[in-house]
């Protein structure tokens, strides 16, 4: 948890009603919260915090690109996002987030370490649907499929067998094939019939 100490607000000690943060999210945040889904990405993020007598509003402003897979070529792809979410913090016995509007910080820390909120608003704001732009998508890969996927097989720029040595290493499959006793036993009842 040391590498996202400078994510920790100490709420207790805000002086101001309306203070403001702003995190430049890279690569290293990424990688420092070893997070699943999104690994690469620059992202700045808008934090500000209105204290009430017994509260807190916690507005994040999120604005920026994350590296995310193309749902049609699967290569990487720039993925804008912009959102805005917010949560209320009150202090009580012991932390508590069940209610993901209304988080409960034990009130002697009056800390919260808001890395892995700014992670899931920038998790939720990718579009369920992400792909390049007509056109932009990595062609070697797009062409083979769209061949792979046409009936006709009268366009002749990229015949099946080349498709096929680089989606599948044959050789590895062979190999499987003829140190497996099974097949063996599979080729004598073919050749029996
Ligand atoms: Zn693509």
Redesign the pocket.
Known sequence: MGKLSKYIVDLKGLQENVTQYEYILDNQFFADLDAPEVQKGKVTVSLTIKRFSNAFELLFQTEGVVIVQ??????E?EQPISSEDKFTVKFGAKYDDENESLIVIPEEEGTLNVAWFMYEFIALAIPMKH??PSG???NLV?KKLGKLLRTSSNDEDLSEDDFMSEVVDDSSVDEERAIDPRWNELKKIFDNN
């Open positions: 193309c749902d049609r070529c699967l290569d792809m792909v390049h932009k998508c990595n797009s």
